[in-house]
């Protein structure tokens, strides 16, 4: 599972913070005789956003949506 999250800027409102996580999960084997990564075979691959807004101040989650992703 590769996790990518990074701070987006929010100039409407200094009192939240908002984020984008990226989540990609990919599914499949490695190829026999191997327990090297750089072998993997990938069969699958899902992904999802996740916005994510949290107040500075208190650290209370403020919104989380969620959106599947289909390339």
């Known amino acids: 599972m590769h996790v990518i999250s990074r701070a ?8 939240t913070w908002s984020f984008l996580i990226d989540v990609i999960a990919q599914s499949g084997k490695l190829a026999q005789n191997t ?3 750089d072998k993997f ?3 699958a691959e899902s992904r999802r ?13 403020l919104n989380v949506q969620k959106e599947i992703i289909s390339e």
Do not use: H, K, P
Not at 8 to 15: C, E, G, K, P, T
């Open 49 to 61: 956003w996740y916005r994510v807004s949290i107040d500075r101040f208190t650290g209370e989650v």
């Open 8 to 15: 987006l800027a929010d100039s409407a409102n200094m009192r």
């Open 35 to 37: 327990d090297a990564l």
């Open 41 to 43: 075979v990938s069969q």
